[in-house]
Structures are given as C-alpha cells and as structure tokens.
T-cell receptor
C-alpha cells in the first residue's frame, strides 16, 4: 500500500521554466491538498480539492495551478517558475474534508 | 486568516521525562485538531487527532483539547531520543468558505537527550 506518492522527489528549474508536480493516492480518499514548506514559515496550503471535480485556492495560490485529474490524482503546475518558489512541496490526502490528512514524501524544488 | 500558534522552541527534555507541546488557534468554530511529527528531511506523519474536549491517549501520547480556551496540547510521556523531531499542530476549518482547509502552526522542535 503506497499511500500518497509524489513525483519527482527532486527538481532544479531555471527561472521561467514550467513544470508539473504529480501526486497520486491509492487510499480512495476524496480530498487532496498541495502544501509548500519553507524554513520558519511552516506548512502553507497552496490549493486543495475537497472532492473530485472541485478545486479551491489556499493561502498562497499565486503562481500555481492545479488539476484534479480523477479521484486518485492531483497535480500542481508552475507555469513560469520563480526563485521565490524554491521550497519543499507536499501533497496530502484525506478521506473527507473533516478527517486526518496523510502526506506524500515531498518534492524538493530549487529554482535558480 | 486562521492562525495556529505553537510554543516557540526548541524544547529540550531528558530521556524519560514528559514533553509538553502547546498550540492555540484563532478560529473558534474549528472542530478537528491534529498533531503531526516531522523528522528532519521527511514528511509530516500523523500521530494524534482529537475532536472532543478532554484528553485522548494513545500509548505514550496524550492529546488535550479545550475548545473554550482554544487550546490543544500534546504530552509525550517517557520521552525517548527517537521522539526528537518537529511537532506540528494542525487545525481544520470546519465551516464557512474555508471548509476543509488544514492550517498548520510553525512547529516546535523537540530534542530528547539521553
């Protein structure tokens, strides 16, 4: 049982490049989330999807887009990467919006 | 903006002692509270959740919730060096336009020394 799987684990981008972070969960969870974690800032919600077919902005959505491809998959896209987006990105899922969330292993992204 | 505040660390306790981690939150309507442990370079791992006022015990861990005071805490009894990690408090918005969002504190770093 893999839980929440993120790809890639590490990525280096040049300013202005685009990329998509992939996330898939095999726990039949309805809700999925993307967070970024920066030193001294804690975990901040970028976007979330309460259920398949819906997405909503979190605290720091600027510069990002998301797609809830199906119940299992929730991707995060950086259209034009900026050095301020250097961070560790975590995907998470929960069975419903009111229940506990489980995290993937993270993607360490560096934008130079 | 929902706020979740944790007691500033780092917290250092000897092996075998009780470690007490505290968290306050601003949204009085929150009903769901979570404690995560995060080892350096790893992802957050859920260790406790609590929905009702009072205490909830799971092994060496006890979560305490006081909704009137908007306060949630985590006690770790018989602390072990393997408990050394950053502990994250999380509060879920359970109503309104932010329904479903999980807000995290900045974490408290705990070190348990032998």
């Amino acid at each position: 049982n893999a839980g929440v799987t993120q790809t890639p684990k590490f990525q280096v981008l040049k300013t202005g490049q685009s990329m998509t972070l992939q996330c898939a969960q095999d726990m039949n969870h309805n809700s999925m989330y993307w967070y970024r974690q920066d030193p001294g800032m804690g975990l901040r919600l970028i976007y979330y999807s309460a259920s398949e077919g819906t997405t909503d902005k979190g605290e720091v959505p600027n510069g990002y887009n998301v797609s809830r491809l199906n119940k299992r998959e929730f991707s995060l896209r950086l259209e034009s990467a900026a050095p301020s987006q250097t961070s560790v990105y975590f995907c998470a899922s929960s069975i419903q919006v009111h229940t506990e969330a489980f995290f993937g292993q993270g993607t360490r992204l560096t934008v130079v | 903006q929902k706020e979740v505040e944790q007691n500033s660390g780092p917290l250092s306790v000897p092996e075998g002692a009780i470690a007490s981690l505290n968290c306050t939150y601003s949204d009085r309507g929150s009903q769901s509270f979570f404690w995560y442990r995060q080892y350096s370079g790893k992802s957050p791992e859920l260790i406790m959740f609590i929905y009702s006022n009072g205490d909830k015990e799971d092994g060496r861990f006890t979560a305490q919730l006081n909704k009137a005071s908007q306060y949630v805490s985590l006690l770790i009894r018989d602390s072990q060096p393997s408990d050394s990690a950053t502990y994250l408090c999380a509060v879920r918005a359970d109503r309104g336009s932010t329904l479903g969002r999980l807000y995290f504190g900045r974490g408290t770093q705990l070190t348990v020394w032998p």
